[in-house]
């Protein structure tokens, strides 16, 4: 099931506006009467969708959910220290997956070397 954020929600009603409207209306199809998720300052809400206009789709509160979307263990992910700016590239997928804790380590076969007194690629 689809879930949005949304910055417009009450106890009992959704708004969503912007580019999710066109993502719920022209990609994913959707029409009144289908469930999507809306997340509201870390809250979650089952909500039935009950209009759709132009630029905005209001949907009714069927029900909060109490759900914990984080991974239920920590992930650690240790990598060798690449070329470029990819450690960022690496850090922001793994994000992404779940992973609360980044290792880079210089390997033996690294191009790049860390400066110890720096702490900074060179």
């Not at 909060?64 to 990819?86: F, H, M, R, T, Y």
């Amino acid at each position: 099931m689809q879930r949005y954020f949304v910055n417009h929600m009450s106890e009992t009603q959704a708004t969503i506006l912007g580019e999710d409207v066109h993502h719920i209306t022209r990609v994913m199809r959707m029409s009144v009467g289908d469930t999507i998720f809306c997340c509201y300052n870390g809250k979650v809400a089952l909500c039935e969708i009950t209009e759709i206009t132009n630029d905005t789709v209001l949907a009714n509160v069927v029900e909060w959910v109490g759900n914990s979307n984080e991974l239920p263990i920590q992930v650690c992910i240790a990598s060798g220290l690449p070329k470029g700016d990819k450690l960022e590239y690496v850090i922001q997928k793994g994000t992404e997956l779940g992973a609360s804790e980044f290792v880079p380590f210089v390997a033996a076969r690294s191009i790049v070397k860390w400066d110890e007194k720096k702490g900074k690629k060179r």
